[in-house]
């Protein structure tokens, strides 16, 4: 982990697309908007939504884990079509991005998240806390995550994760 | 209404007793009642039976040691160089917890409380200030420590799954399982190693019979789950059996996929069926690993479930936290001489599976309903009735036969 003396040198432009990617990020998935979702990631992307328990231990098993583009557009497609859930908000709140290091022109950033979730008739209730790992590449299309880990510290997920992270 | 309020307020309780169609029906108060709830904690979780705690593969080493949970009695699963030991992670002394992490490895086990001492297999090796200080205090002259180990459970290992009981008088684990049920078990766990592949958690808001039906109960699985319709993993025209083992208490279920009677006509026929195309196919293709086209959902009572889907392999364990809450723990596992296609395989096809997945998700979402409404409406009686009245194993999924035999069971321990 770097620190702020050795944090590598971002430039203004980058850190401003940063802030965008981000920010629709967020929205898109706070918007439930599955549709648009896969359009964040590389063709050669990772994608998972993984305890910190697994993580740590080096094992490889996660509650969602898209090898590929292919597989988060499935994601989307299954989610939207192939299940049944009781209807929910979700609120995502970001915290502490910073980027890491630079490596070959691909940022790898780290940010805190808690996930909010407004489940029908109850209260809200916390259903992730965790932190990002992403790696996020410049394209045509403007900056995409070629890698994103969302790292979640609960022990258990109350119920059901229903949507992307 | 017609009378006064004080006419038909009951002046006691409901009796809470089974209906008298007995085992077709199933009465809703059983899924919130709080003194049920504990009697089933007791004699069932912490009586005769034999529970799964993880596997051998998790605790590869003399002294690597993992915590598990057998209903609300945390227990420890540790190597020491005989082999596997399982004990209360509860200090002979005081009764306060030993072991606070879920994994690590360790020499002794020390209870942070008071520093007292037990050796890998539970035997207490050292008291601290035994003799006291400057010759006040201390423990008596007679105190024995070999009276004072920690509580020992029976241990079963079977093909590097590990499984242990509170009792004495419970049958050997083989026994307790049937033939048909360690065939099941063994055609997945034939002593070639197991590599742990990683856990899931969740807790789902429901009664732990709730979720327990819901995995014998092959009925619900090609209509609630349109993901299996879809993409034919799972379907109503398959060859399905759906046995019962050992008067109710296991039940093991298996379907051949590829096998259909018919013309597919069945499938037509559910509402919600329609093609679609997933990108990446391997989430969903069957590797035929095993030789004989099958995928097998076997229970243990009380709180094993083991899977093979397609190529996951699972045990789901079932931890019930409070009457209405239930902590349900998946161990995902492939074998050590995988290669990296079946491991890809096995991670891919594990979307399907927990809180996550795309068939369990269902499942969590619907029991949360339903435990609303048993609790709410907790007088009410459920109907079990699909594949006839009786408790013989049948060769369909349009049955209910499994949870019919449960009950069979669980009344005849209960005395209900």
């Known amino acids: 982990m770097n620190d702020s003396n050795t944090a590598p040198c971002i430039s203004d432009e980058l850190e401003r697309d940063l802030r965008h990617l981000y920010e629709d990020y ?38 969602i884990h898209c090898v590929g583009l292919a597989m988060v557009r499935d994601r989307a497609l299954a989610t939207r ?42 209260a809200p209730r916390i259903l992730l806390t965790g932190h990002y790992l992403d790696v996020v590449v410049r394209t045509p299309e403007g900056l995409k995550f070629r890698q994103r880990l969302c790292v979640y510290d609960n022990f258990r997920i109350h119920n059901s994760l229903v949507f992307p992270v | 209404m017609t009378q006064g309020i004080s006419t038909v307020l009951p002046s006691s309780p409901v009796k809470r007793g089974w209906p008298e169609e007995g085992i077709t029906r199933v009465p809703a108060w059983i899924y919130s009642d709080p003194d049920l709830y504990r009697r089933e904690l007791n004699e069932f979780f912490g009586g005769d039976s034999w529970n799964f705690v993880g596997l051998e593969c998790e605790v590869p080493e003399v002294g690597s040691f993992k915590r598990a949970w057998i209903a609300d009695r945390q227990v420890i699963v540790v190597r020491d160089a005989d082999g596997i030991n399982v004990v209360e992670n509860r200090c002979s002394h005081r009764g306060g917890a030993i072991v606070w992490q879920n994994k690590g490895k360790t020499k002794m086990l020390t209870c942070p409380y008071h520093q007292w001492g037990f050796d890998l297999k539970g035997n207490c090796r050292g008291v601290s200030l035994k003799r006291g200080v400057h010759g006040e205090g201390g423990m008596p002259e007679d105190f024995d420590m070999e009276k004072h180990g920690l509580c020992k459970l029976r241990v079963a290992c079977v093909g590097g799954s590990i499984w242990a009981t509170f009792s004495g008088t419970v049958p050997p684990f083989e026994e307790y399982c049937g033939p048909v049920a360690m065939q099941r078990l063994t055609r997945l766990m034939p002593g070639r190693s197991l590599r742990m592949l990683g856990q899931s958690r969740q807790l789902i808001p429901c009664n732990w019979k709730l979720y327990f039906e819901n995995t014998r109960d092959p009925y619900h699985g090609t209509l609630l789950h349109t993901f299996f319709i879809t993409f034919g993993l799972y379907r109503a025209d398959s060859r399905h059996v759906t046995a019962p083992q050992q008067g109710g208490m296991h039940s ?24 679609i195309k997933l990108n990446d196919m391997e989430a969903v293709q069957f590797v035929d690993e095993y030789g004989d086209g099958e995928m097998t959902a076997m229970q243990l009572f009380p709180g094993a479930f083991v899977q093979q889907h397609a190529n996951i392999l699972a045990i789901r364990t079932i931890i019930p936290k409070g009457v209405g809450e239930t902590e349900v723990d998946w161990t995902y ?41 048993v609790a709410g409406y907790h007088e009410s009686i459920g109907v079990v009735e699909m594949g006839g009245r009786d408790v013989k194993p049948q060769v369909t999924m349009a049955t209910e036969v499994g949870i019919r035999a449960f009950y069979d069971f669980y009344r005849h321990r209960l005395g209900l």
């Not at chain 1, 439930?32 to 939504?49: G, H, I, K, N």
């Not at chain 2, 491991?343 to 997945?357: E, F, H, T, V």
């Open chain 2, 333 to 373: 596992f492939g074998y050590a001489d995988d290669d990296e296609k079946m491991q890809r395989i096995r991670l891919k096809q594990a979307n399907l599976l927990g809180p996550s997945g795309f068939v369990s998700m269902d499942d969590s979402e619907l029991l949360k309903q339903m435990q609303n409404q």
């Open chain 2, 252 to 275: 093991v279920n298996f379907a051949a996929p590829g096998e259909r009677k018919g013309d597919g006509s069945i499938t037509r026929e559910l509402k919600r069926f329609r093609d």
């Open chain 1, 81 to 122: 079509e192939c299940t049944v859930y009781e209807p929910r908000y979700l609120r995502h709140f970001l915290q502490r991005l910073r980027v890491t290091d630079i490596v070959n022109e691909e940022a790898h950033v780290r940010g805190g998240f808690l996930l909010i979730e407004s489940v029908s008739d109850e």
């Open chain 1, 26 to 63: 967020t929205d898109t998935v706070d918007s439930q908007d599955l549709e648009t979702w896969p359009s964040y990631f590389t063709e050669d992307c990772l994608y998972q939504v993984i305890s910190r328990e697994n993580h740590e231990a080096g094992l490889p098993h996660a509650t």
